[in-house]
């Protein structure tokens, strides 16, 4: 997966979830894609999809959580 489908799905995601629970969807995001997402530029592909910097911190909560939780 490039760096601009990651962008993608993360706005996709972002943009649809209910705005309760958007740092959720931002943490599954991280933990759903752990893998595609090591070595990328997190802090561009949050500033890219949801115009905030800072919401790599959450992308990365959510790798690091990815070795002790899987999706339902």
């Known amino acids: 997966m490039t ?3 990651l962008i993608s799905t ?5 943009e ?3 705005k309760r629970e958007l740092s959720i ?6 933990i759903e894609f752990c893998d595609l997402l090591k070595g990328q ?4 592909i949050a500033e890219s ?3 905030h910097r800072s919401y ?3 992308i990365r909560k959510g790798m690091k959580l990815a070795k002790f939780v899987t999706p339902k």
Request: no cysteine.
């Open 10 to 14: 993360l706005k996709d995601r972002y």
């Open 41 to 44: 530029p997190v802090a561009l």
């Open 3 to 5: 760096v601009d489908q």
């Open 56 to 58: 790599a911190t959450e």
């Open 25 to 30: 969807a931002i943490h599954l995001f991280g």
């Open 49 to 51: 999809a949801i115009g």
């Open 16 to 18: 649809s979830a209910d």
